[in-house]
């Protein structure tokens, strides 16, 4: 099945604990991406990839890094959390050319 | 730079009612335009697109679309709704041609309560 899936669905840490979401799709997709979603705001780019090796800064960019070491992983990384950052975050990705992106289940990240 | 306006935050809706969802975009670029459905819990799901061609779109669970160039609209609709369509509605644009980012545009989303 086609998917893309993200972990945990549910974290609740401390303001400067580093973490990371993982993000994994099985689709041989090139691009993806990372948006945040919070109330009232829709839902925001953080960082996208356009393919291995290749990340680069979407809209709200601060605070998170990526990496794109492997074609089906596109991990997020917190290195010091704070609480602006709790909120639901969504991967995504696409193939090149195409119209439709995937979106994973959603991570529900609470910073205190 | 392109934006997207979805003009109401919330839609009560009795069940077997029509329902209109709406959507004004702006853009100095042609674009795709794009509906998804966020249910309870769970991620994005594409509800219906519109790349270019015909200006009524079809998408699933019965919801249909109309691309308006002149108004830079792109309304959702659904001509009878039901229960299991109470859900949070995103509209969203991406630039033509995606080859240089899928980045998406999203709406602030409709939230879509229908009642029995």
């Known amino acids: 099945e086609a998917q893309v899936t993200q972990n945990p669905r549910y974290l609740i840490t401390v303001t400067g604990k580093k973490l990371t979401v993982t993000c994994s799709q099985n689709m041989n997709h090139e691009y993806m991406s990372w948006y945040r979603q919070d109330p009232g705001l829709g839902l925001r780019q953080i960082y996208y990839s356009m393919n291995v090796e290749v990340t680069d800064k979407g809209d709200v960019p601060e605070g998170y890094k990526v990496s794109r070491k492997e074609k089906r992983n596109f991990p997020l990384i917190l290195e010091s959390p704070s609480p602006n950052q709790t909120s639901l975050y969504f991967c995504a990705s696409s193939s090149k050319g195409n119209t439709e992106a995937f979106f994973g289940q959603g991570t529900r990240l609470t910073v205190v | 730079a392109q934006s997207v306006t979805q003009l109401d935050s919330q839609v009560p809706v009795f069940e077997e009612a029509p329902v209109e969802l709406r959507c004004n975009y702006s853009s100095s670029v042609s674009v795709y335009l794009f509906w998804y459905v966020q249910y309870p819990n769970q991620g994005l799901q594409l509800l219906l697109k519109?790349?270019?061609?015909?200006?009524l779109v079809k998408g699933i669970n019965g919801f249909e679309a109309e691309f308006n160039k002149s108004q830079t609209s792109f309304h959702l609709r659904k001509p009878s709704v039901h229960i299991s369509d109470t859900a949070e509605y995103f509209c969203?644009?991406?630039?033509?041609?995606?080859?240089?980012?899928?980045?998406?545009?999203f709406g602030t989303g409709t939230r879509l309560q229908v009642f029995p």
């Open positions: 969203a644009v991406s630039q033509l041609p995606l080859y240089n980012t899928d980045k998406l545009i």
């Open positions: 519109y790349l270019s061609g015909s200006t």
